[in-house]
Antibody
Framework: EAQLVESGGGLVQPGGSLRLSCAAS????????MNWVRQAPGKGLEWVSY????????YYADSVKGRFTISRDNAKNSLYLQMNSLRAEDTAVYYC????????WGQGTLVTVSS | SYVLTQPPSVSVAPGQTARITCGGN??????VHWYQQKPGQAPVLVVY???DRPSGIPERFSGSNSGNTATLTISRVEAGDEADYYC???????????FGGGTKLTVL
């Protein structure tokens, strides 16, 4: 069964950095594009970033472009999100999700940006 | 940027049919995916590519897409269907994944 497990969330001060990880299992990770999606408390889903299978295509939402960096390590079946210059409005549960139809989701990891 | 519009809420009695719409400019030319999210849980894909169902999703869930409107239809609604529902497309012109604002389905 395909499974995604996020980690790395926590409390960080405004302006700080955090690196999220997403561990994949139960499917051939290198064959699928991946996404990060977030959900602020009480709000809807917001797409954050996309990465293709070979990392040749990478896209970001305007709200995070220049501050966040998506990457993957196919040998380790892992997806990452490096988040810099964090703001209060980045507070959310962050999910990793497989391919463009988001067929598989992780359980999410909470990022709280607060002083 | 591409915008998807959903009604904030839909209410339906048990056993009836719920229809949740997702409006977008010429959305019929895109593949639409639908997600169900219950409180405290991650979203779950219930319909992909306009009308296909992942394994394990009941046949009561169906989708259609034409013109400027995509629709998720839930037949014979059950109490357990109460959740938030989101539509989603890939906008190739902006290279962005786009979500609708979400619709809260209430089972009366």
């Amino acid at each position: 069964e395909a499974q995604l497990v996020e980690s790395g969330g926590g409390l960080v001060q405004p302006g700080g950095s955090l690196r999220l990880s997403c561990a994949a299992s139960g499917f051939t990770f290198s064959s699928y594009s991946m996404n990060w999606v977030r959900q602020a408390p009480g709000k809807g889903l917001e797409w954050v970033s996309y990465i293709s299978t070979s990392s040749s295509s990478i896209y970001y939402a305007d709200s995070v472009k220049g501050r966040f960096t998506i990457s993957r390590d196919n040998a380790k079946n892992s997806l990452y999100l490096q988040m810099n210059s964090l703001r209060a409005e980045d507070t959310a549960v962050y999910y990793c999700a497989r391919d463009l139809s988001l067929k598989v989701w992780g359980q999410g990891t909470l990022v709280t940006v607060s002083s | 940027s591409y915008v998807l519009t959903q009604p904030p809420s839909v209410s339906v009695a048990p056993g009836q049919t719920a229809r949740i719409t997702c409006g977008g400019n010429n959305i019929g030319s895109k593949s639409v995916h639908w997600y169900q999210q219950k409180p405290g849980q991650a979203p779950v894909l219930v319909v992909y590519d306009d009308s296909d169902r992942p394994s394990g999703i009941p046949e009561r869930f169906s989708g259609s897409n034409s013109g400027n409107t995509a629709t998720l239809t839930i037949s014979r609604v059950e109490a357990g269907d109460e959740a938030d529902y989101y539509c989603q497309v890939w906008d190739s012109s902006s290279a962005h994944v786009v979500f609708g604002g979400g619709t809260k389905l209430t089972v009366l």
